[in-house]
């Protein structure tokens, strides 16, 4: 056991060396290849590349990246001065059109509604908040608050032509005029939401005095609050700026001058070119100090000795398009020659040399370490299986018994979360936690705090995985201990006692608790609250289980005989109640495969049967046939043949009459569906049978009424049903007398039309017997059987009939012997 120990413990500390090992390795690469420089917006992350090692560093890619950064920040700072500054410095009476303002980037109608305010005001507002108030307002009230009339701006120039713009236009001197016309609009009366005007515009006026309609109150609200939280952000960025890249504090240069309608506006942190310029050569100045860009789209102009390219540039200014006109002139340079002041460039160049050689070797010496790493994982894991195969034969105690697993898992991370705290700690002490990632020390604490989070991960892993073995992962969970007490709860609450102790003794006590709760306050109405969504979870479960049952019982009726209620995770007498039902459902499956199997059996021995007798029943009408035709002188003779022809030929009527009907009861025809017209199909079933009906003597009276009643029926199988209805009728109707047919249209209780036909005839024979029989097999209303017929005719018209989608019905009363069948109108 010791020994299992020490080894155990010594492949544990080599695994965590190994876990230090990479961590180090990785964070040392990451520190050689790349570095955090700090710039306007906090610090930067620059890779760099193994190529600028045999290149000067201002013609590397960190510092061309670098000078990317900056001159993005550079275009921003000028698109942030062009809002804030006249003339080159911060103008606290500069005039914003707000509308213009926040729709800079959009295109504007000539005519829009707008208030101009004061820089200063707009900022100072932003800063005390804005402040809305809501009161009802009558039609009165709308009236004395809002203006009668709606001021409208009118740009006389609002040209887009050159790169201009709405916004653009708007700050052209003299370019805009104001007029107002008349509002006709009814101001609803109801609850309104109006703004406290802390500041009025630059003529005086609240929001309300520009506008007719409470519509354009709320929009020109919006427009001020967002222009002036927008120009606060603004502001306190290019307080910022300004004073990032002022010339004593960068090493960057830029002077960036833009052209509308005539005047020219220059922004620039070089002192000696914010004045009068005539006679000096800018671009002279910028390739002077070293690295220069030069870009002026009008002219469509661009110049640089570094590797930013032109489209790099015009992208940025882009974003900017509301500040730049196309008649601009940037020049951009970083001053090489001294790198007078410590920036984002100076830093780039400290860490130039910086950059980690052999780093592919030093990869794969970490891909080694973690193949190891996992080679003594996977002999460990052997140790604990083995280990637990013999524990398994023997009744030593199980390691780490008493501990849940939920603790095995909760120790592992809490020793893996004590590195990422004490960080965390160390970035709050000294105010920035990215620090501790820039300094040369960071790989050995990485390295550190790797070694003590490997010791949690493979405290849970080895945990974990013994349990696993010793198959007690669940056994010796906390939260199987939970749900076991809960379930033990409910099951001794409903498994045990009859009705009555299940039922009143738990009520009764539930309400005395519940006013005992009561009487103690508000904690003992919070703990009565809590018992009631328990005792509402067991109710919901108890219906949960009926409802299984229900649903399955259901699914029983509706001929799921397979369907089953699963047991396993019912409670109580449910579980009875779901034997039960399997029962049944078993049983009725049983029974209906039985009589499956039993119609199966008969129809199959009345097809083979009837397969059995046509073949020599043929032969013997055949031969019938040819007996006739010879020369007979014995009358007697021909007599007997005569008999001998009739029999066969009913006998074999009665064959194919067997089959038919073995077929139908088994589902085995064919129905093709179309539209009859049931009128014309009665009349050449009537002309058929005429002669029989006058051998008879009996008299047809068909009366539709209508001539043509279509229905959607198989043609030969509804003149089948026909025809054993009039046969049915030729056989056993009482000789002259009348036989009445009918068709008519009527509505079914479903609301559809139906086409019903009705046979009315007077029977020769008494009909002792019940109608329902009389569609039977076999069944005729002849109980002596005198007459001819097989018994089969009308069970074969009925079932035809509801093959088709119709309806049979008979009725006798008496001797008046009536068939309906009835059909769907065909639409």
Same mark, same amino acid.
């Given at each position: 056991?010791?020994?299992?120990?020490?080894?155990?413990?010594?492949?544990?500390?080599?695994?965590?060396?190994?876990?230090?090992?990479?961590?180090?390795?990785?964070?040392?690469?990451?520190?050689?290849?790349?570095?955090?420089?700090?710039?306007?917006?906090?610090?930067?992350?620059?890779?760099?590349?193994?190529?600028?090692?045999?290149?000067?560093?201002?013609?590397?890619?960190?510092?061309?990246?670098?000078?990317?950064?900056?001159?993005?920040?550079?275009?921003?700072?000028?698109?942030?001065?062009?809002?804030?500054?006249?003339?080159?410095?911060?103008?606290?009476?500069?005039?914003?059109?707000?509308?213009?303002?926040?729709?800079?980037? =959009?295109?504007?109608?000539?005519?829009?509604?707008? !208030?101009?305010?004061?820089?200063?005001?707009? %900022?100072?507002?932003?800063?005390?908040?804005?402040?809305?108030?809501?009161?009802?307002?009558?039609?009165?009230?709308?009236?004395?608050?809002?203006?009668?009339?709606?001021?409208?701006?009118?740009?006389?120039?609002?040209?887009?032509?050159?790169?201009?713009?709405?916004?653009?236009?708007?700050?052209?001197?003299?370019?805009?005029?104001?007029?107002?016309?008349?509002?006709?609009?009814?101001?609803?009366?109801?609850?309104?939401?109006?703004?406290?005007?802390?500041?009025?515009?630059?003529?005086?006026?609240?929001?309300?005095?520009? #506008?007719?309609?409470?519509?354009?109150?709320?929009?020109?609200?919006?427009?001020?609050?967002?222009?002036?939280?927008?120009?606060?952000?603004?502001?306190?960025?290019?307080?910022?700026?300004?004073?990032?890249?002022?010339?004593?504090?960068?090493?960057?240069?830029?002077?960036?001058?833009?052209?509308?309608?005539?005047?020219?506006?220059?922004?620039?942190?070089?002192?000696?070119?914010?004045?009068?310029?005539?006679?000096?050569?800018?671009?002279?100045?910028?390739?002077?100090?070293?690295?220069?860009?030069?870009?002026?789209?009008?002219?469509?102009?661009?110049?640089?000795?570094?590797?930013?390219?032109?489209?790099?540039?015009?992208?940025?200014?882009?974003?900017?398009?509301?500040?730049?006109?196309?008649?601009?002139?940037?020049?951009? !340079?970083?001053?090489?020659?001294?790198?007078?002041?410590?920036?984002? +460039?100076?830093?780039?160049?400290?860490?130039?040399?910086?950059?980690?050689?052999?780093?592919?070797?030093?990869?794969?010496?970490?891909?080694?370490?973690?193949?190891?790493?996992?080679?003594?994982?996977?002999?460990?894991?052997?140790?604990?299986?083995?280990?637990?195969?013999?524990?398994?034969?023997?009744?030593?105690?199980?390691?780490?018994?008493?501990?849940?697993?939920?603790?095995?898992?909760?120790?592992?991370?809490?020793?893996?979360?004590?590195?990422?705290?004490?960080?965390?700690?160390?970035?709050?002490?000294?105010?920035?936690?990215?620090?501790?990632?820039?300094?040369?020390? +960071?790989?050995?604490?990485?390295?550190?705090?790797?070694?003590?989070?490997?010791?949690?991960?493979?405290?849970?892993?080895?945990?974990?995985?013994?349990?696993?073995?010793?198959?007690?992962?669940?056994?010796?969970? +906390?939260?199987?201990?939970?749900?076991?007490?809960?379930?033990?709860?409910?099951?001794?609450?409903?498994?045990?006692?009859?009705?009555?102790?299940?039922?009143?003794?738990?009520?009764?006590?539930?309400?005395?608790?519940?006013?005992?709760?009561?009487?103690?306050?508000?904690?003992?109405?919070?703990?009565?609250?809590?018992?009631?969504?328990?005792?509402? #979870?067991?109710?919901?479960?108890?219906?949960?289980?009926?409802?299984?049952?229900?649903?399955?019982?259901?699914?029983?009726?509706?001929?799921?005989?397979?369907? @089953?209620?699963?047991?396993?995770?019912?409670?109580?007498?449910?579980?009875?109640?779901?034997?039960?039902?399997?029962?049944?459902?078993?049983?009725?499956?049983?029974?209906?495969?039985?009589?499956?199997?039993?119609?199966?059996? @008969? =129809?199959?021995?009345?097809?083979?049967?009837?397969?059995?007798? @046509?073949?020599? %029943?043929?032969?013997?009408?055949?031969?019938?046939?040819?007996?006739?035709?010879?020369?007979?002188?014995?009358?007697?003779?021909?007599?007997?043949?005569?008999?001998?022809?009739?029999?066969?030929?009913?006998?074999?009527?009665?064959?194919?009459?067997?089959?038919?009907?073995?077929?139908?009861?088994?589902?085995?025809?064919?129905?093709?569906?179309?539209?009859?017209?049931?009128?014309?199909?009665?009349?050449?079933?009537?002309?058929?049978?005429?002669?029989?009906?006058?051998?008879?003597?009996?008299?047809?009276?068909?009366?539709?009424?209508?001539?043509?009643?279509?229905?959607?029926?198989? !043609?030969?199988?509804?003149?089948?049903?026909?025809?054993?209805?009039?046969?049915?009728?030729?056989?056993?109707?009482?000789?002259?007398?009348?036989?009445?047919?009918?068709?008519?249209?009527?509505?079914?209780?479903?609301?559809?039309?139906? #086409? #019903?036909?009705?046979?009315?005839?007077?029977?020769?024979?008494? %009909?002792?017997?019940?109608?329902?029989? %009389?569609?039977?097999?076999?069944?005729?209303?002849?109980?002596?059987?005198?007459?001819?017929?097989?018994?089969?005719?009308?069970?074969? =018209?009925?079932?035809?009939?509801?093959?088709?989608?119709?309806?049979?019905?008979?009725?006798?009363?008496?001797?008046?012997?009536?068939?309906?069948?009835?059909?769907?109108?065909?639409?």
């Amino acid at each position: 056991m010791k020994n299992f120990a020490l080894k155990s413990t010594t492949v544990r500390i080599i695994q965590h060396i190994l876990a230090a090992f990479i961590a180090f390795v990785v964070s040392y690469a990451i520190i050689g290849t790349s570095i955090m420089i700090q710039g306007i917006n906090g610090y930067y992350s620059y890779n760099l590349y193994e190529s600028d090692r045999s290149r000067s560093y201002e013609d590397s890619y960190l510092f061309n990246n670098i000078l990317g950064n900056n001159v993005s920040d550079v275009l921003r700072l000028v698109a942030l001065r062009t809002q804030l500054e006249t003339g080159g410095e911060f103008d606290e009476k500069k005039q914003i059109d707000v509308t213009a303002y926040v729709n800079r980037s =959009a295109t504007l109608s000539g005519d829009y509604i707008t !208030a101009v305010y004061y820089l200063s005001d707009l %900022l100072k507002w932003a800063q005390s908040g804005f402040k809305y108030e809501t009161s009802y307002f009558s039609e009165e009230d709308g009236d004395k608050f809002l203006s009668t009339s709606t001021t409208y701006t009118h740009l006389n120039s609002n040209m887009h032509s050159g790169g201009m713009s709405t916004y653009l236009n708007s700050q052209l001197p003299g370019n805009s005029m104001t007029f107002a016309i008349s509002g006709n609009t009814v101001k609803g009366e109801g609850e309104h939401t109006y703004l406290d005007s802390r500041y009025q515009t630059v003529d005086g006026k609240n929001i309300e005095d520009l #506008v007719s309609t409470w519509e354009e109150y709320n929009l020109l609200c919006s427009y001020v609050e967002e222009a002036a939280k927008d120009l606060l952000a603004n502001y306190e960025e290019y307080l910022n700026s300004i004073k990032y890249y002022d010339y004593l504090n960068s090493n960057l240069r830029y002077y960036v001058t833009r052209t509308m309608n005539g005047k020219t506006s220059v922004y620039t942190n070089v002192s000696e070119l914010s004045g009068e310029t005539t006679g000096k050569d800018i671009k002279a100045i910028f390739q002077d100090y070293g690295r220069y860009i030069y870009y002026c789209p009008y002219d469509i102009q661009y110049e640089t000795n570094t590797l930013i390219k032109e489209n790099v540039v015009r992208s940025i200014i882009k974003n900017y398009s509301y500040a730049y006109p196309d008649q601009i002139k940037i020049y951009i !340079a970083v001053d090489t020659n001294s790198y007078g002041a410590v920036d984002s +460039f100076t830093e780039g160049k400290q860490n130039f040399s910086k950059y980690m050689p052999y780093r592919n070797q030093m990869y794969i010496l970490c891909a080694i370490a973690a193949i190891i790493y996992l080679i003594l994982m996977s002999v460990e894991m052997r140790r604990i299986s083995r280990k637990a195969l013999d524990d398994a034969s023997t009744p030593e105690t199980v390691p780490v018994k008493n501990m849940y697993t939920e603790g095995i898992m909760l120790i592992g991370l809490i020793i893996m979360a004590v590195p990422v705290l004490g960080i965390i700690g160390a970035g709050l002490y000294t105010d920035s936690i990215t620090s501790i990632f820039r300094h040369s020390y +960071f790989p050995m604490i990485c390295s550190a705090c790797v070694f003590v989070m490997n010791i949690g991960l493979l405290y849970m892993i080895y945990g974990i995985y013994k349990k696993v073995k010793y198959k007690t992962l669940w056994k010796e969970s +906390f939260l199987r201990t939970i749900v076991n007490a809960a379930r033990n709860l409910i099951i001794n609450t409903t498994d045990n006692g009859n009705v009555i102790i299940r039922t009143w003794i738990p009520y009764i006590f539930f309400v005395a608790f519940n006013l005992l709760l009561f009487r103690m306050g508000l904690a003992g109405i919070v703990i009565a609250l809590l018992l009631d969504i328990i005792v509402g #979870v067991y109710l919901y479960r108890q219906n949960l289980d009926r409802d299984k049952i229900i649903h399955v019982i259901e699914n029983i009726k509706n001929g799921d005989l397979k369907a @089953k209620v699963d047991i396993t995770e019912l409670h109580a007498d449910n579980i009875n109640l779901a034997e039960a039902v399997n029962s049944i459902g078993e049983g009725i499956d049983k029974a209906v495969d039985t009589s499956m199997k039993d119609e199966k059996l @008969k =129809a199959d021995l009345i097809t083979n049967v009837s397969h059995d007798i @046509k073949t020599p %029943l043929t032969s013997i009408i055949n031969y019938v046939d040819l007996i006739k035709r010879e020369d007979i002188q014995n009358e007697r003779v021909r007599e007997y043949v005569d008999i001998l022809e009739n029999k066969s030929h009913k006998l074999k009527q009665l064959t194919e009459d067997l089959v038919e009907a073995s077929k139908i009861s088994s589902g085995n025809i064919s129905i093709e569906l179309s539209k009859i017209n049931f009128v014309e199909l009665v009349n050449q079933t009537i002309g058929e049978f005429f002669e029989k009906f006058e051998k008879k003597k009996l008299q047809i009276i068909f009366k539709p009424e209508l001539q043509n009643m279509e229905i959607t029926a198989d !043609a030969r199988h509804l003149w089948r049903v026909i025809e054993n209805l009039l046969n049915n009728v030729c056989k056993y109707a009482l000789s002259g007398t009348r036989v009445y047919l009918d068709m008519h249209k009527e509505e079914s209780e479903e609301g559809k039309e139906r #086409v #019903v036909f009705s046979i009315k005839n007077i029977s020769a024979s008494e %009909l002792n017997i019940d109608s329902d029989e %009389l569609t039977e097999r076999f069944i005729r209303g002849d109980v002596s059987r005198t007459t001819e017929g097989s018994g089969l005719g009308l069970s074969i =018209a009925k079932n035809l009939t509801v093959a088709m989608g119709g309806t049979f019905d008979i009725r006798l009363d008496g001797d008046l012997f009536k068939v309906i069948i009835g059909f769907d109108s065909a639409e």
